[in-house]
């Protein structure tokens, strides 16, 4: 699974004064992209009150391994047979709105952060691994700034 | 009081993690624990990993509130705030009540700690065990979508339309594959070093949703339920001794010194503790209190030890006050820089 990071959350998770994941994620296979600008579309993370801008330069992920399935619940809107309702771009139907990508998303609720959770950068220059979580603390690999 | 997944091995309960897979449990431990369990030292803490059929328990430690009439899950203890998070599915809601989006579909509050009532310690087994026979899943695949509610088995969800052609739906009822990423599988070996905290004093999230509570003007477009009366500090507070009759009872010169030496010591502890940004309601000197790092007297000296469901785990015994409360404010300092509440100034 993965979720992108908002900008000013990056710092807390890598801190560890985050230690929670929540709200929409979606699953790798279905959600990787080329650059940030796609995940920007992809992902609606043009969302009222985001930190993403359009131009975003470089993207933070957080990937993790799927335990506890039930967990990971399909947002639907009550003219679905769900109870989640939203501002756009939030559509209800278990996808995200992009019109270039077909994303299906899933909304957790808080739960902890697995042990061996990834955080990496993306940016147009590619993917880059920046921290990997222990279960207490990020850990970066060593001589990495 | 902090939302954590817990886990019981030969019989003491531990803070826990899932993974890397969902057959592995990681245990850690404030203090060392004892030799033969085979903990091994980590930067701040101990750890253990096993295979999740080797604990005896696994539970998540939720504690839960009431925020302006809605349930809410209190995901961190700041003290006199509490860093909440809203449970419903309603966005607009969310932002009626005073919530903050942080996050996609996200939204959190830090209040001050008299505004969430009812807080209560929930302890619900930990789903993944109850689906011991769950697939492989990784970061590619996740979970199978599960069924909506109400319908058990929903309709697809249409497909949004991309210029009056309606793609294929996403392969969303795919049998559980493992695929890993390329070039980003997890689990890959490599040489890792703890991020240090930086020193900035407030959560960016937490600084942010502050303001947007302070700010928000609340627009109800229904009226809220009654604002619930303010809690009472659930912290409890010493109890001031009834003065001795000036004749009576006074205590001889030396048991003086040494009850105003104990003052001085607790004085000193809990500055230093206010210092580190420790919470209140992390520790507990003189009494038990369970979720807390407890200091009592004892008739064989001090005991310090972590109070968790009803019983005293990794308890230490000291000879002397001083090194009780050097050792317990170690134990706290510890875990305030591990959370980042406690970072050196540039």
Known sequence: MQKAIPPR????YLTGRRAVIAGFVYRVQDSSFAGPAEYYDALDLGYEGSDFGPGLTELYVLRWNAVAAESYQVPYSPEMGGDWSGKPPFTGNGYTSSRSHVVAEFYLDPVPIPVGAEIYRISAAGTDFIARFDGQAWLRPVGAG | MRYRLMATYRGVPYEAGIGPTDRDVVLFAACPPPEELGFEPATGHWRK?????????????????VFRGERCI?????????????????????VQLGYWQVDRGVFELVTPREEVTEIVEERLDYPHRAVASLPPADFATG???????????????PAPVHDGRVPAAPPRDRPWTTSPLGGSAPGQQRDLAVIPPTSEPPLPVEAAALRAASARTLEHSQPLPAWPQPATDPEPQPVPAPPAPPDLAQPSPRRRRSALRRLATQRIFSELAGLAAIPRSAYAVGEEVDGAMC??????GFEVFNAAGGSRHEVRLFDDEE???FYLFGVLAAEAVRTGRLAPKD
């Open chain 1, 9 to 12: 959350l990056v710092e807390p």
């Open chain 2, 49 to 65: 990993q096993l295979r999740i059929q080797d604990v005896q328990g696994l539970w998540e430690s939720r504690p839960m509130g």
């Open chain 2, 74 to 94: 209190v995901l961190d203890d700041l003290g006199d705030r509490l860093h909440i998070a809203y449970l419903g599915h309603d966005g607009y809601r969310a």
């Open chain 2, 143 to 157: 979970p199978l979508p599960p069924a909506a509610p109400q319908a058990a088995y929903p309709p697809p969800p």
């Open chain 2, 295 to 300: 200091l009592i007297q004892t008739a064989d």
């Open chain 2, 323 to 325: 090194s009780a409360y």
